[in-house]
Nanobody
């Protein structure tokens, strides 16, 4: 499975972005998808995840109510809709895929998630 993120950019506080995670080599309905981010000088942080069939999701407290996650199996693509962006949301955003139905934001993502994209930069600044 290969993953390619897109949709990052430079936005002002309060604006929105939608990140895409396009998959190839296999179908996303076999994988739970997670989104992670890493700011300069900081550790990687879990942001959101969605189960392989889309019936459950989870979010970091810092993004609850602002971010949503979805997947479109027909397009083999997962999305992270980010609204009301804040400077603290700045970082490189990565999508990752985990074999099986259930998603999780707990534990070591490098162990729990099997495939990773190359990342897309999100910068929130006035």
């Amino acid at each position: 499975l290969q993953l390619v993120e897109s949709g990052g950019g430079l936005v002002q506080p309060g604006e929105s972005l939608r990140l895409s995670c396009a998959a190839s080599g296999n179908t996303l309905d076999y994988y739970a998808i997670g989104w992670f981010r890493q700011a300069p000088g900081k550790e990687r942080e879990a942001v959101a995840c969605i189960s392989s069939n889309g019936d459950s999701s989870d979010f970091a407290d810092s993004v609850k109510g602002r971010f949503t996650i979805s997947s479109d199996i027909s397009k083999n693509t997962a999305y992270l809709q980010m609204n009301t962006l804040e400077p603290g949301d700045t970082g490189v955003y990565y999508c990752a895929a985990r074999r099986g139905r259930l998603c999780t934001l707990a534990g070591d993502p490098s162990v729990l998630y099997d495939y990773w994209g190359q990342g897309t930069q999100v910068t929130v600044s006035s």
